[in-house]
């Protein structure tokens, strides 16, 4: 009896025995193949099909495929049905096949390369370090080794069985995600494969300006450390789950690697950070110093260290803000000043560098101790243990300065005489002189800080699978805060004989007119972090011509802006990072609590135009 082969036939040829042909004919086929599929909507080139894949089919047949024998019926085994009435033909091929029983792999397991005592099995077991009765699915690896862009760990993974009776090639095998290599699944019996993560490098790449790299991997070791709860809760790391013909609940379970960075950290770190914003560049210095040794995966760690360097205005960071922990939080500062900083004023033709539109000074200071912090694996067990002694941390920051937003002004306002103000705007950035005045800043001071702090002084074992709450719930610690970065509005303009009154509106969180806020809080035992602008919301409240008034003998762009160089830089440039640092802060928040104390004047009647609009990003895990 003849049989017509089909485009699937061909596939599965091609998959389980294409050896047979020659690397160019598998090209082909697989060319032919793919066509087919696409012609399948084209009736009138359908009868193609039948044709090309039998000529395939008989030349598999002269290379000794099937036999020798011409194909009388597809090769493709049947499927199990519904695994609750199998069906007949499956049946038939494999007797020992039974509705809701593991038919071809019959156990399994994922251990850790350095200690085979430490795995997780098929079917899983009962997790005896827990009150409760959890399956043990998951396992906790240390990663200390590096492959390309990967910190990772490798584990052994083996299954026992036989192939499959009915003739399906590619079972049993084992369903995988989050490999570094990529691969999606496992056929062999016995293998190695690599778990992990792509290392912090364009974090460290996007941050190298502002903070040293030995800090920022001391930084990195101590927050995937803390933040394993949210690890675990994101379902992050390497999945494996078995796939045959017919499983059951324990056999067709999903079990998973998680990979934590090791972390060694002792002693004490300073960092003192100073970067300067201004509508021609951004430039930054910073310094680290102290006692702090240790290690993050492969890397060993030291206390002192330096960082510095300039970047254009909207460039200072490209990447980095959705980074974890406190990294994250103080890339995320950095990158929304430098936003604001640029799309407030667009001039971007040479400058006075002593005299800028905008100019912000931002300083950062941490103190970082952690003492006796080690994560380390537990023999024949997949839990990790962290010892950790006590951990202070304490991030501060302080901004002054003025920020300049005539731009996002003049083309967000549609009031009366809009046009003459984006015609005046257009033409002083051109260089032009004109007959105006156009004043559009904030003045901005910050204030507050973020804390955490342990005190353990005993070695915690951190669940693979039980509790993690319980286990943390013995740690005394403390972790909270806010960031808040202050802006006060001033705003004057004048083109020609038009004359603009505007007030700005208060903010939403009582600030005089808008803030930029960091919170972070701990919830449920997970550390979380919350960010909001509140935007610019500016109230016409008056619109006249008028006499121009002007003392100067030309006409020429009038246009304040914030002083950054001369004595004030020269000051910044002499002396000590960590006294400089410390002093604008404490100038920074005495600004910001005046500012706090500041009413807002009564709501002015006008009509209102948003300059910049709000930003909430909610609570997310840290």
């Not at 020798?68 to 199998?86: F, K, W």
């Not at 006692?291 to 990447?319: F, K, M, R, V």
């Amino acid at each position: 009896m003849s049989y017509t082969p089909t485009a699937e036939d061909l596939a599965y040829i091609l998959a389980s025995d294409g050896e047979r042909f020659s690397e160019q004919e598998r090209r082909m086929l697989g060319g032919e193949i793919d066509k087919a599929f696409q012609r399948r909507s084209d009736n009138g080139a359908s009868g193609l099909e039948g044709t090309i894949m039998s000529t395939w089919a008989n030349r598999w047949v002269e290379l000794g495929g099937n036999g020798g024998q011409a194909l009388t019926a597809s090769l493709i085994p049947p499927e199990p049905g519904d695994d609750v009435v199998l069906d007949p033909d499956f049946a038939a091929i494999c007797v020992e096949c039974q509705s809701n029983e593991p038919c071809c792999l019959i156990s399994g397991s994922v251990s850790d390369s350095t200690d085979s005592t430490r795995k997780i099995t098929w079917p899983p077991v009962m997790d005896e370090s827990d009150e409760q009765d959890i399956a043990a699915t998951t396992l906790l690896v240390v990663a200390k080794e590096v492959e390309g862009r990967h910190l990772c760990s490798k584990v052994q993974v083996e299954w026992e069985g036989q192939r499959c009776q009915v003739g399906h090639y590619d079972r049993p095998r084992m369903e995988t995600m989050g490999l570094t290599d990529g691969r999606s699944r496992i056929e062999e019996k016995q293998v190695e494969v690599a778990t992990g993560y792509e290392q912090m490098l364009n974090v460290s790449l996007a941050l190298r300006n502002y903070v040293p790299e030995n800090v920022l991997y001391a930084l990195f070791a101590m927050d995937a450390v803390l933040a394993i709860a949210s690890a675990v809760k994101g379902r992050q790391g390497a999945s494996f789950m078995p796939y045959q013909c017919i499983s059951d609940v324990s056999m067709g379970a999903q079990c998973r690697v998680i990979p934590l960075p090791y972390a060694k950290l002792d002693g004490k770190l300073e960092l003192a950070t100073r970067i300067s914003f201004t509508t021609a560049g951004v430039s930054a210095s910073a310094e680290a110093k102290g006692t702090l040794t240790g290690q993050y995966g492969a890397d060993e760690l030291t206390a002192e260290g330096s960082a510095g360097g300039s970047a254009n205005t909207g460039q200072a960071i490209d990447s980095g803000k959705e980074a974890p922990g406190l990294v994250g939080t103080m890339a995320s500062i950095i990158e929304r000043m430098d936003h604001y900083v640029s799309v407030g004023n667009r001039q971007r033709q040479e400058l006075d560098r002593t005299q800028y539109a905008s100019g912000i000074q931002l300083s950062k200071s941490l103190t970082f101790e952690p003492k006796g912090f080690e994560l380390t694996a537990v023999t024949g067990s997949p839990d990790l243990l962290l010892a950790i002694s006590s951990l202070e941390s304490t991030l501060s920051i302080g901004v002054s300065g003025k920020l300049d937003f005539i731009d996002a002004l003049a083309y967000g306002f549609s009031g009366p005489g809009a046009r003459a103000i984006q015609e005046a705007r257009a033409r002083m950035a051109a260089g032009e002189h004109v007959k105006a005045k156009l004043q559009a800043d904030l003045e901005v001071a910050a204030t507050g800080s973020l804390r955490h702090t342990i005190d353990s002084g005993a070695s915690i074992t951190i669940p693979a699978n039980g509790n993690l709450e319980a286990a943390y719930a013995g740690i005394q610690q403390q972790f909270g805060g806010e960031l808040k970065i202050n802006g006060t509005a001033e705003i004057a303009i004048q083109v020609s004989t038009e004359v603009w009154v505007f007030s700005a509106k208060a903010g939403a969180s009582g600030s005089l007119h808008t803030a930029w806020i960091w919170a972070m809080r701990m919830h449920e035992g997970e550390r979380q972090r919350r960010y909001e602008f509140e935007g610019v919301v500016l109230t016409l409240t008056g619109y006249a011509e008028v006499q121009w008034e002007n003392n100067d003998n030309n006409d020429n762009v009038r246009q304040t802006g914030f002083n950054v160089g001369g004595e004030r830089s020269a000051e910044m440039q002499a002396g000590d990072l960590f006294e400089q640092v410390g002093r604008h802060i404490a100038s920074s928040q005495t600004a910001a609590e005046r500012m706090a104390q500041e009413r807002p004047d009564a709501p002015a009647s006008g009509r209102d135009y948003p300059i910049w609009s709000p930003e909430v990003i909610e609570w997310q895990a840290y």
